[in-house]
């Protein structure tokens, strides 16, 4: 498969899930994007300690944090970062599920699944660096496919 094709899959995947899959999918998502255990990549010159604070806490409460707080976090993270195109992958991946997942919880819009699904993947082809032609060729790849794949089909439980 390539990746156009995946892509092309994981939104006709959210577009046909129910509502109680894409948020348990995005549920799911959010907190393996966002694992405590990633963010150690955060250096000092990158992020100021309040901005760290702020990404830790947002991250360690994902799923009970209000949409509100979620903004005010994000804020804080946003004016904290000290460089402009060097911060460590893990963390801008963790603060771009957040701000999807902010953005999701506040406008209930299933686009904001769509890109967690994709910073997903694209966080497996970090990982592994797949071939675009065939992304699913690496077993990681495939297996975060069929996690999604799981979550939103309504017969993939």
Request: proline share 2%; aromatic share 4%; with cysteine.
């Amino acid at each position: 498969m390539r990746y156009d094709q995946l892509e092309a899959d994981v939104l006709r995947l959210i577009v046909g899930a129910t509502d109680s899959s894409v948020r348990a999918f995005g549920e799911q998502t959010v907190t393996r994007l966002v694992q405590p255990v990633l963010l150690h990549g955060a250096a000092e010159d990158e992020l100021t300690q309040e901005a760290r604070d702020a990404l830790a806490t947002a991250c360690a409460n994902v799923l009970t944090i209000s949409a509100g707080e979620l903004h005010d976090a994000l804020a804080t993270i946003y004016d904290g970062i000290l460089v402009d195109d060097d911060l460590d992958a893990e963390v801008l991946t963790a603060v771009s599920a957040l701000a999807h997942w902010h953005s999701y919880l506040e406008q209930n819009r299933r686009g904001e699944l769509y890109e967690l699904a994709i910073r997903s993947i694209e966080d497996v082809d970090h990982q592994v660096s797949a071939d675009l032609d065939d992304f699913l060729a690496a077993p990681e790849m495939a297996a975060e496919r069929e996690r999604i794949r799981r979550l939103l089909e309504p017969d993939g439980t």
